[in-house]
Antibody
């Protein structure tokens, strides 16, 4: 059974940093691309960032480019999102999502339950 | 970036009726890389359709996708009570990947 478990969310002040993690199990992690998608309270879905199976292809939404960094550790079956210079508009539930394929352009066939990031002073 | 516009915003139908949801892209979606997701309240999204018309594993055949270029449709042939949810389209052919604003389907 595919499982994606996010962690690392919490309350953080504007301008500070946070690192999210996603622990994956139930599939061959290094065969698939992985992504982060966020959802602000009561709002729709927003793709944040994606990384191909071997980290060779990485993409970011314009809203986070230069502030967020995605990475993965295939030996640990884990995905990460380093978030710097956090803003109020970054407040959202952050989902880890598995790609259907290995490349960077993908639909997402499994999702975690999300970790909440609250940005407030 | 490619903007996806979904219509209608809300659809209110009875069980057994047919639901037709629309997704229009501001530019051609490369290789028809268009997906549909269902999100029930308090749950993570679930992939229904990818590649515009391929059903994901385990998805009932009452869900079908069609379209190409800039115009795409999700059809639910006979609504069940559990289909009450918000439905999102997503294009993944061009970075940045983008989602539509969603269509809420209410079951009367």
């Amino acid at each position: 059974e595919v499982q994606l478990v996010e962690s690392g969310g919490g309350l953080v002040q504007p301008g500070r940093s946070l690192r999210l993690s996603c622990a994956a199990s139930g599939f061959t992690f290094d065969d698939y691309a992985m992504n982060w998608v966020r959802q602000a309270p009561g709002k729709g879905l927003e793709w944040v960032s994606g990384i191909s199976w071997n980290s060779g292809s990485i993409g970011y939404a314009d809203s986070v480019k230069g502030r967020f960094t995605i990475s993965r550790d295939n030996a640990k079956n884990s995905l990460y999102l380093q978030m710097n210079s956090l803003r109020a508009e970054d407040m959202a539930l952050y989902y880890c999502a598995k790609g259907v394929y290995s490349g960077s352009h993908n639909a997402f066939d499994f999702w975690g339950q999300g970790t909440m990031v609250t940005v407030s002073s | 970036e490619i903007v996806l516009t979904q219509s209608p915003g809300t659809l209110s139908l009875s069980p057994g009726e047919r639901a037709t949801l629309s997704c229009t892209a501001s530019q051609r979606v490369s290789s028809n890389y268009l997906a549909w997701y269902q999100q029930r309240p308090g749950q993570a999204p679930r992939l229904l359709i990818y590649g515009a018309s391929s059903r994901a594993t385990g998805i009932p055949d009452r869900f079908s996708g069609s379209g190409s270029g800039t115009d795409f449709t999700l059809t639910i042939s006979s609504l069940e009570p559990e289909d009450s949810a918000v439905y999102y389209c997503q294009q993944y052919g061009t970075s940045p990947l983008t989602f539509g604003g969603g269509t809420k389907v209410q079951i009367k």
